[in-house]
């Protein structure tokens, strides 16, 4: 099962953008059981073991080096006179790796409770019950399957599934709900890409509002109406849509009469056009590299359409291929010690800037 990152920010994170059957029939109830990591040591988390996609902080183990560097975005300056983010915040050579938990033989019953821990003796104030598996509440949303570590919402009189879009959305679920991001769609494939940059830099180039889009996908261009292209944001979501072009003369139509791309800070995107659906899942490796992971979701009538199918995944890769040069060529300008900040373009880089703001929010709260 794929476990998103949302879960460090909003109550629930998706678990996969797999069927939601498959998925729910693996977790086999309404509640999954986690370690309660909060008992083993105080610097571990629930969220180091149920994710590693985190919201890598770029910035010096030491507080006032970070401060300062997180103080070089001030997000109350408008969009329009407004520097973008320092280069320090995406080429961080001093960071850490991530450290996993691996559990050694350590055993547990159906419900949680630790039968047996293996290779302790000699552990002083050890309690077996302190460190059983923990309930995590389990929900859906559209094709997708969430989790919630929140231990509040155990308690609640209202169904998970009540909050789910509240919580993970905000003032989107509804906007989403009604352009098609819905479970009648049948998964077609995974590709994953290694791509040699941050991960917030796939995030910008995902967010500026098509304005890469005629200088680097000349086929794509060809498909969209860019002058009706327009971004919304909100809460945690930011949406940019745009209308599509007529029909190629072969009939081939992948991208329907319009396009829509939903990002879910701060690593999930959403992208719905013609009878396609795919998400994308932005897994930062280190301080200069990523994993993005694509899922494919198609109009179960064209299923078996397999020229339809591969030709479109065939201009969806060229596309990727196009982003990932794009990516890679940033990278390697941030790491230029004649770079700092640059300049938001107002009229298309709107989503970007919210992503910006979003993120300084929560880098000011960790530090």
């Given at each position: 099962?794929?476990?998103?990152?949302?879960?460090?920010?909003?109550?629930?994170?998706?678990?996969?953008?797999?069927?939601?059957?498959?998925?729910?029939?693996?977790?086999?109830?309404?509640?999954?059981?986690?370690?309660?990591?909060?008992?083993?040591?105080?610097?571990?988390?629930?969220?180091?073991?149920?994710?590693?996609?985190?919201?890598?902080?770029?910035?010096?183990?030491?507080?006032?080096?970070?401060?300062?560097?997180?103080?070089?975005?001030?997000?109350?300056?408008?969009?329009?006179?407004?520097?973008?983010?320092?280069?320090?915040?995406?080429?961080?050579?001093?960071?850490?790796?991530?450290?996993?938990?691996?559990?050694?033989?350590?055993?547990?019953?159906?419900?949680?409770?630790?039968?047996?821990?293996?290779?302790?003796?000699?552990?002083?104030?050890?309690?077996?019950?302190?460190?059983?598996?923990?309930?995590?509440?389990?929900?859906?949303?559209?094709?997708?399957?969430?989790?919630?570590?929140?231990?509040?919402?155990?308690?609640?009189?209202?169904?998970?599934?009540?909050?789910?879009?509240?919580?993970?959305?905000?003032?989107?679920?509804?906007?989403?709900?009604t352009n098609r991001i819905d479970s009648s769609l049948k998964h077609i494939c995974r590709r994953?890409?290694?791509?040699?940059?941050?991960?917030?830099?796939?995030?910008?180039?995902?967010?500026?509002?098509?304005?890469?889009?005629?200088?680097?996908?000349?086929?794509?261009?060809?498909?969209?109406?860019?002058?009706?292209?327009?971004?919304?944001?909100?809460?945690?979501?930011?949406?940019?849509?745009?209308?599509?072009?007529?029909?190629?003369?072969?009939?081939?139509?992948?991208?329907?009469?319009?396009?829509?791309?939903?990002?879910?800070?701060?690593?999930?995107?959403?992208?719905?056009?013609?009878?396609?659906?795919?998400?994308?899942?932005?897994?930062?490796?280190?301080?200069?590299?990523?994993?993005?992971?694509?899922?494919?979701?198609?109009?179960?009538?064209?299923?078996?359409?397999?020229?339809?199918?591969?030709?479109?995944?065939?201009?969806?890769?060229?596309?990727?291929?196009?982003?990932?040069?794009?990516?890679?060529?940033?990278?390697?300008?941030?790491?230029?010690?004649?770079?700092?900040?640059?300049?938001y373009a107002p009229s298309v880089e709107k989503a970007m800037h919210h992503f910006h703001c979003?993120?300084?929010?929560?880098?000011?709260?960790?530090?």
């Open positions: 099962m794929l476990v998103l990152s949302l879960a460090q920010f909003p109550c629930f994170s998706s678990l996969s953008s797999m069927g939601i059957g498959e998925t729910l029939a693996t977790v086999s109830s309404s509640r999954i059981l986690v370690p309660n990591l909060r008992t083993h040591s105080p610097t571990s988390s629930i969220r180091s073991l149920v994710t590693r996609i985190s919201c890598t902080h770029p910035f010096s183990p030491k507080i006032d080096a970070g401060r300062k560097m997180v103080d070089a975005f001030d997000p109350t300056i408008p969009l329009d006179e407004a520097l973008t983010p320092p280069s320090s915040w995406l080429h961080r050579t001093d960071q850490q790796p991530t450290r996993f938990l691996h559990w050694k033989g350590w055993t547990y019953r159906l419900d949680g409770e630790l039968l047996k821990a293996t290779r302790i003796s000699g552990i002083k104030n050890f309690r077996k019950n302190d460190f059983g598996l923990i309930p995590i509440k389990v929900a859906t949303w559209g094709p997708f399957v969430l989790i919630s570590l929140d231990q509040n919402i155990l308690s609640q009189q209202n169904t998970v599934e009540d909050i789910v879009g509240k919580e993970w959305l905000g003032s989107t679920s509804n906007l989403l709900s994953e890409y290694t791509i040699e940059c941050n991960w917030k830099v796939f995030c910008d180039n995902y967010l500026d509002g098509g304005y890469h889009v005629p200088h680097a996908h000349g086929g794509l261009a060809s498909s969209l109406q860019l002058n009706s292209y327009e971004t919304l944001t909100f809460e945690k979501v930011s949406i940019q849509r745009c209308e599509s072009a007529s029909v190629e003369q072969d009939g081939f139509d992948r991208l329907g009469s319009k396009a829509l791309y939903a990002f879910v800070y701060p690593n999930f995107m959403i992208n719905r056009y013609g009878p396609w659906m795919d998400t994308n899942l932005v897994v930062p490796l280190c301080s200069t590299k990523c994993q993005v992971i694509f899922d494919y979701f198609l109009d179960a009538s064209l299923v078996d359409d397999n020229v339809f199918v591969e030709k479109s995944l065939e201009e969806s890769e060229r596309v990727q291929i196009e982003d990932i040069a794009l990516c890679e060529g940033v990278q390697r300008g941030l790491e230029s010690p004649a770079y700092c900040s640059g300049r979003l993120l300084h929010a929560n880098l000011c709260n960790d530090i």
